[in-house]
């Protein structure tokens, strides 16, 4: 079912579209090198393919992976003998460093139009090189009504697809097929496949594919928190500004989706940074049961690990939310890096050797633990910086509220003269 024309794709219409750039290209017969990434199932090689069949470039598929330098170059062999060959090389994220220096001549040339395709973000995980010399678009999971109709199109397709047999897809089978593969069409046509040649016909030859039939066939959806892939970064980054944004049914969906990854490590990790960069100051006990939550997951592992996990995150949405310590800290280390700051006072200097009390280290200084309280005014930030002010505080928890209270009444007593 594999596209040979442009017309053909299904989904990816905002490059493949009328007037849209890769169908520009095409028609105007001014190809150029390009990346696409995207989830799998989504069309990439669909599209590289459907490129080839309407320029009648001869079309050559390699694994950056798995390819040697050897196939690479019988591919530019080709292309010096013949003219231009359009070359889909999957999994580019992989290509090392020989083989990209000898396919990288053969770009500048033309001689080789390369379409690369990945399911990582090129911009993070493709040598600038490769980026430097390439197109880079994205594409996304195919829409229910995309997926219906490529379904649809493989009943109907008696030399590619499923035409020559008489099927009936129930409506609800059809719609548990296109859904349950979350946007990945190769999925959803190796299940509908599979579907209908494991599927006794009737005694008119009628295979009728059922709802259980299909739930079957399908079985693990398509995860889109796939631990392999540029998506999942994408979930935990919706996970943490879910909870950031006090949304508990989102922060458990994005939950789900990563334990459905499996990835354990990831979900607790994120858990605490969440728990002291958005929480922190508001709630700090919060932050504490985080810990304990997450302690819990790691000796309990899944399925029951859901457990303390989903009580963490309801427990984060719906605290009070304060980011007055990661500012605070990013304060001072922004005024380190810039140089601005002077010297240790020479009260607080170390004073545990001979000869520290000849340097003036430690001489003159208060033990707060000898004053009324436990407390005496002294300078403790250096000459240069002691009116520096890095922590302020929030008044959105009761918590932060009674520690900011006593902070501002430390920094009064501070500076009194």
């Known amino acids: 079912m594999r596209p040979t024309q442009i017309s053909e794709i299904v989904g990816q219409q905002h490059l493949v579209g009328d007037g849209k750039i890769i ?10 090198s390009m990346i696409l990434y995207g989830p799998p199932g989504t069309g990439k090689t669909s599209i590289a393919s459907a490129i080839a069949g309407s320029t009648k470039y001869a079309f050559r598929m390699l694994n950056a992976a798995t390819d040697s330098k050897k196939d690479l170059q019988i591919v530019a062999e080709e292309a010096k003998m013949s003219g231009t060959v359009i070359l889909l090389l999957d999994e580019i994220h992989r290509l090392d460093k020989v083989k990209q220096d000898f396919l990288l001549p053969h770009l500048e040339s033309g001689k080789i139009i390369l379409i690369g395709a990945t399911t990582e973000n090129p911009y993070i995980s493709i040598s600038p090189a490769i980026r430097s010399r390439t197109q ?16 649809k199109r493989a009943l109907a397709d008696d030399e590619n697809g499923l035409g020559k047999m008489k099927i009936k897809l129930e409506d609800n089978a059809l719609l548990q097929l296109v859904r349950a593969t979350n946007g990945d069409l190769r999925s959803s046509l190796n299940g509908l496949e599979l579907a209908a040649k494991s599927t006794p016909a009737d005694k008119d030859g009628l295979i009728t594919l059922t709802l259980p039939i299909i739930e079957e066939s399908v079985q693990h959806k398509a995860l889109s928190a796939d631990k392999n892939g540029d998506a999942h970064y994408d979930v935990i980054s919706a996970l943490q ?6 949304d508990v049914n989102a922060a458990l969906h994005y939950l789900a989706r990563l334990i459905e990854s499996g990835d354990l490590p990831i979900i607790t990790r994120r858990l605490m940074v969440i728990a002291y960069e958005d929480i922190g100051m508001a709630n700090l006990p919060a932050a504490a049961r985080t810990i ?5 997951a790691e000796k309990l592992g899944f399925p029951e690990a859901r457990i303390p996990l ?7 949405c719906i605290s009070p939310k304060s980011d007055s310590g990661i500012t605070a800290i990013d304060k001072a280390i922004a005024q380190i890096k810039q140089g601005n700051f002077g010297d240790v ?6 004073a545990h050797y001979q000869g520290a009390e000849k340097l003036g280290h430690g001489v003159d200084y208060k033990y707060p633990h000898n004053f009324p309280n436990d407390w005496v005014k002294q300078q403790y930030l250096p000459d240069k910086i002691k009116r520096a002010i890095y922590y302020e505080p929030k008044n959105n928890g009761k918590f932060e509220e009674a520690l900011g209270f006593r902070y501002q009444q430390l920094l009064d007593a501070q500076r009194k003269s």
């Open 241 to 246: 500004k879910s909870i950031r944004g006090s």
């Open 345 to 350: 006072p020479a009260h607080l200097k170390d």
């Open 136 to 151: 880079i678009f994205q594409v996304f999971p195919l829409s229910e009504s995309e997926m219906e109709q490529a379904v």
């Open 310 to 316: 989903a009580d963490a995150v309801i427990e984060l």
């Open 23 to 32: 169908n520009r290209m095409v028609t105007a017969k001014m190809l150029s």
């Open 292 to 296: 304990e939550a997450i302690t819990a």
